[in-house]
């Protein structure tokens, strides 16, 4: 079992940007693919963004060519990079190891709270 612990959020203004932090252990970082994911208010719980041990990367149309996603196997975390902040992108964002077609891996984490507003 891996233990996530997600950072690197706050209050932002639209436009601006900020880079998430997850750092993973007790597990094998490195045969995961990790992804982000996000939730709103009253939504639920979405992907945005994920990258495979080889360096293969997917993301949701709601933030390609503003979020980056990035992984440094050395440190066991895994990044996001946030560009172009809009409001809809406010909500708690987690980490987690992708299990295609069934819930992700291990226990979700705190998350951390982004929230754009001006």
């Known amino acids: 079992q891996a233990q996530l612990v997600e950072s690197g959020g706050g209050l932002v203004q639209p436009g601006g940007s900020l880079t998430l932090s997850c750092q993973v252990s007790?597990?094998?970082?490195?045969?995961?693919?990790w992804a982000w994911y996000r939730q709103a208010p009253g939504k639920q719980r979405e992907m945005v963004a994920s990258?495979?041990?080889?360096?293969?990367?997917w993301y949701d149309d709601s933030v390609k060519g503003r979020f980056t996603i990035s992984r440094d196997n050395a440190k066991n975390t895994v990044y996001l990079q946030m560009n172009n902040l809009k409001p809809e992108d406010a909500a708690v964002y987690y980490c987690?190891?992708?299990?295609?077609?069934?819930?992700?891996?291990?226990?979700w984490g705190q998350g951390t709270q982004v929230t754009v507003s001006s």
């Open positions: 987690n190891a992708e299990r295609p077609g069934r819930d992700p891996w291990f226990t």
């Open positions: 007790g597990s094998i970082f490195v045969i995961y693919v």
């Open positions: 990258i495979s041990g080889d360096d293969r990367i």
